[in-house]
């Protein structure tokens, strides 16, 4: 009798992690989050998240096909469905589609295969995306719609669709939507938390007087209030983040300094002048700031490398944030900040190179 | 032509030019391009601050000193440069408001400067003025066709206030194409010159790859010919 021996070679674990598997599990730890978002908002985000959804994956496909690279095998990294899924998520529910399809279509053509695809693009596509639609049309990008439970008119499902493909539901129309945004918060839409806040401030009214409309609501006492329904959000997307660095997809490094960094400066000018700077708990559960802290920061292609780095990296992060959205022209920030420090992330990496076993700290050559 | 002229066009328009290849002059390129008609008057106003400063450097290259040749050409650009915003005051004065300060930025763009050292000093006057005249033309094709993508793209017109360039007469010359109900600010904004800018460079490298390609196609193999050195 012959013993068969087969020799294997190493390595003799086979890892567990792809980038397709790991990608998936970042956008399924979005749903909660997603559902969260779609159940005060409206079937919009829903809607867009499809639309979002089909148009990267086409745009992908496409330009695979031109760059002659193998399409399902790119398409199966999952890059393209979170990119896509992060983009649609931070859209107005009720963005016309056009706006979206250039919005998805820059981030995917402009932000990554322009670069040379995924683990080339020096910035996050999915704020490459974002950034381009809110310089193109501000208006539009800044017009949401109140959580349902306070709006006047609530849209069905076949509502929103109408919304958003044909731009009117009934008498309302997308243009009669600009002039009640302007006029704050009449109807169908509202402008967001943050924004309300930043207009109040900035036209000398008082915290408190800013905080009377009803897209407010109060946690404990006076000044412990959040977004209505943004609360919640945020919560949803902070329980997915932890999910996340649980299962060690992403390092507490960037998260942490991230928001730690905005509860501090935060805190800092809230006590400094507690009616013209909002609270640490407004600004910690308020806009984009969980996901952007732990699905959007966190891009591992574009984020800082080293867990020194990133520390760092999540830092500036908190600090632009917090600049941005007191003092700065757009409501929220995650996206400009996150794609300021994607650039400044090489240097970073750079001057934190960690020590390597034997050797000494690398000192940084002058060149 | 003669073939030494030829070549200093085919260099101005195409092989060197100016924007596309040499990447000078970027910052009145982005910063003006937003209508075609803002393009082209830029793009004119430089080409003739070439040819006159390249005719002048040429003309006096044996006189200069080495050492202070840069400040002397500054000078006679500069002097191009007050002339021609002299002319734009007084025959295109809304012309003149529109593009504002990046006419006499003229002076300070490279692309000039850099022709008169690289070129002009070294050559002749008819070669000199030539080179002149065909980097500028090249500098306003690029300046002309950023200026069209921008305005297409971002307000859906095309020659938008040419009046102000060509009078009153060509009041009819736009061309509205579609309509918008707001603009389509990337592209009116900064960041559409770079990406227009980005997908123009990429255009001409694409073209000069297929040339080069086919001429490699056409191009008869070499037959080594093998030389007999001894009866066999």
Redo the contacts between chains.
Sequence with gaps: MVMKFTPHSSPHTAGNNDTGKLMRLVVLCTIPGILVQTYFFGWGTLIQLVLAISVALGVEASILKLRQRPISFYLKDNSALLTAVLLGIALPPHLPWWATVIGVTSAIMLGKQLYGGLGFNPFNPAMVGYVVLLIAFPVEMTTWVPVQSISEHQLSFLGSLNMIFTEQVGELTTQSLKQLSISQFDGITAATPLDTVKNDLGNMHSLQESLSSPIFQALAGDLWYVGKGWFWVNLAYLAGGIYLIMRKAITWHIPLSLLATLLIISNMFSLFSEDSYATPIFHLFSGATMLGAFFIATDPVSACTTNKGRIYYGIGIGILLYCIRSWGGYPDAIAFAVLLMNMAAPTIDHYTRPRTYGHRIPTVTKE | MSSPLKEISFNGLWKNNPALVQLLGLCPLLAVTSTLINGLALGLATTLVLVGSNATVSTVRHWVPGDIRLPVFVIIIAAYVTVIELLMQAFVYELFLTLGIFINLIVTNCAILGRADAFACKNPVLPASMDGLMQGLGFTAVLVVLGAIREVLGQGTLFSQANLLFGDWAQNLTIDLFHL??Q????V?P?GAF?GM?FLIALKNIIDKRIENKRKATEPKRVIERARVAEA
């Design positions: 109900d707001s389509f600010l990337v592209m904004l960041p990406i980005g």
